[in-house]
Antibody, heavy 119, light 110 residues
Framework: EVQLVQSGAEVKKPGESLKISCKGS????????IGWVRQMPGKGLEWMGI????????RYSPSFQGQVTISADKSISTAYLQWSSLKASDTAMYYC????????????WGQGTLVTVSS | QSALTQPASVSGSPGQSITISCTGT?????????VSWYQQHPDKAPKLMIY???NRPSGVPDRFSGSKSGNTASLTISGLQAEDEADYYC??????????FGGGTKLTVL
């Protein structure tokens, strides 16, 4: 059974760093792309970026380039999304999803990780 | 890169059909057949309903169908059911080798 399991909810202060994870199982992790999607409270879905764990090829939305870092450790079938200095506006639910091609659809999604940034 | 344009809300009665539009440009929806649609119920992760414009994943009812004309893609739900009430998002690949979502449409089943 294909599963993407994300790390748990986080509560952080502005300026702190954070790395959340998305662990894949039930399929060949290195042959699918893993994308990240932000959903701010009460708002729509925003595509952040995507990584191919096989060779770490990474693409970013212009809106998120330089704001976050996407990485992956294929030895443990896990993709990551990280911030070096959180802002209150980073408060959101973050989803990971896999796709066969970079242009392809997200056929399996993680359950989401809620990140709350508040002083 | 701007979000694709979707109506904020649509509604229909049980058994009726509704269509949600998703308008982009010749650099995304109009150029590529990589348009997908997602259903999201409150506090749930999105679920893939249509991929590559008109293909249904296994398990998605055939009441859901997709199409595209020019720069506009459409999702049609026929025989509306109460459980179809949700938010729906389109997504397209772009000429910048990125992906972009629509703003989302809230479907109300009256």
């Amino acid at each position: 059974e294909v599963q993407l399991v994300q790390s748990g909810a986080e509560v952080k202060k502005p300026g702190e760093s954070l790395k959340i994870s998305c662990k894949g199982s039930g399929y060949s992790f290195t042959t699918y792309w893993i994308g990240w999607v932000r959903q701010m409270p009460g708002k729509g879905l925003e595509w952040m970026g995507i990584i191919y764990p096989g060779d770490s090829d990474t693409r970013y939305s212009p809106s998120f380039q330089g704001q976050v870092t996407i990485s992956a450790d294929k030895s443990i079938s896990t993709a990551y999304l990280q911030w070096s200095s959180l802002k209150a506006s980073d408060t959101a639910m973050y989803y990971c999803a896999r796709s066969l091609e970079v242009a392809g659809s997200g056929d399996y999604w993680g359950q989401g990780t809620l990140v709350t940034v508040s002083s | 890169q701007s979000a694709l344009t979707q109506p904020a809300s649509v509604s229909g009665s049980p058994g009726q059909s509704i269509t949600i539009s998703c308008t982009g440009t010749s650099s995304d929806v109009g150029y590529y057949n990589y348009v997908s649609w997602y259903q999201q119920h409150p506090d749930k992760a999105p679920k893939l309903m249509i991929y590559e414009v008109s293909n249904r994943p296994s398990g998605v009812p055939d009441r859901f169908s997709g199409s595209k004309s020019g720069n506009t893609a459409s999702l049609t739900i026929s025989g509306l059911q109460a459980e179809d009430e949700a938010d729906y998002y389109c997504r397209s690949y772009t000429s910048s080798s990125t992906l972009v979502f629509g703003g989302g449409t809230k479907l109300t089943v009256l």
